[in-house]
């Protein structure tokens, strides 16, 4: 498979790039650039090693798909979800001092939402969860909680880690943090998620019950502070959660020379099914660079959960890609954060189309697409792998108040 004349962001000029067994096997300069590089190339064995390169990823001699400058970036990578609580809707009634209350809160006024949206089965929970992150662009997502069936291959569900909830919820959390034999999988948990002493007092008592000094990944941390942030691998920053339930974020403009930061969206019990919401959201905080909130959810990510096959668009690394149509008038970074679902012209995981525009159809099934095993979605502008529109009728018939995406339904 080729595609040709896409944008990096925050690159200059257009690239083509060459795709076989699920990999990136070549990234070259796109349009006129590559013209001109190869009007200038005199090496005839360079020359023939290209051209068997290019003819092993592409035998069939396609000129490539053209994609006009349209943005190309490396699968996303959510480093915290629950993926089997996303058909809840946003739960709460005002802002808390920390999640305990929130918690508490919750359960004693709105239980009646949640028992309804646990009548839905657990894996169409789980299925729809996966999907919500398909759709945004994130070819692996971090599930966090007990560890789940995951019976569909659509996007990677990272689970090779130990899952504690909180210090506040997790009963025995000292002894299952001390564990033998507990080997090198980091520690992942809620921590410092609130703006209170208490807060904070729960990071400092996390850190002294260390005792074999276990990798610790903390999520939210909106009360840590430098020193604390040096105790752990990473921090995964949820903004969005964290200003719906406390109206206030973790100080990552200062915890970030101290601690690796890593991007998460949460569940929609506390975020936007829309994760580019939440990603513009976090650049308006400003309190990462632009090129390293793009590193938050490609290379920090695969750094720190070891997934060092994904992440960046080289030769060799997995062909886990996302293309994307830019807003008119963007360019540069601000074509990629003004990205929304609906934007998405194809998505790739391993080499093979998840979701595609109706546009790519043709292009896409003259290279060998199945094309009997995508459905139709926002008014037949997109196809998607399996059938969501069967999924949604499914769960809407355990929960008629589900809600989705209207671009998807209409």
Known sequence: MRLNDLRVPGQEGTIDLVI?????????????????KRSKTRDLAATRDLAATRDHANPSGQEGIPFDGAIVFAGLINSHDHLDFNLFPLLGNRVYTNYTQWGSDIHANQSSVIREV???????????????????????????????????????????????????FESNWKWKLNRPLAGWRPFVLHVG????????EEIDRLIHWNLFRRPLIGI?????NEEQAASFRALVWCPASNYFLLNKTAPVARL?????????TDSTLTGSWNGWQQIRQAREEKALTDQELLATLTTTPARIWRLHDRGEIAPGKLADLVIARPKPGL??????FGVDPEDLLLVLRRGRPLLFDARLRQALTDGGLEAARYKSIASGSKYVLGDLAGLIAEIRSYFPQAEFPRWITE
Not at 220 to 224: L, N, R
Not at 256 to 264: A, E, T
Not at 331 to 336: E, I, K, P, Q, T
Request: proline share 5%; with cysteine; aromatic share 6%.
């Open 256 to 264: 970030k020379d101290r601690v690796p930061i890593l991007f998460g």
């Open 118 to 168: 646990l009548k839905v089965p657990h894996r169409l929970r789980i299925a729809w969860g996966i999907y919500k992150n398909l759709l945004n662009g994130f070819t692996t997502v971090v599930n966090h909680g007990t560890l789940l069936p995951v019976e569909m291959d659509l996007i990677d569900v990272f689970q090779q880690c130990h899952c504690l909830h909180s210090v506040g």
């Open 20 to 36: 076989g067994d699920g990999n990136i096997v070549s990234v070259s300069p796109g349009g006129e650039a590559a013209t001109r």
């Open 193 to 200: 998620e609130g703006t209170d002493v208490p807060a904070s």
């Open 331 to 336: 360019r540069g970074m601000d074509a990629f």
């Open 220 to 224: 939210h941390g909106v009360a840590m």
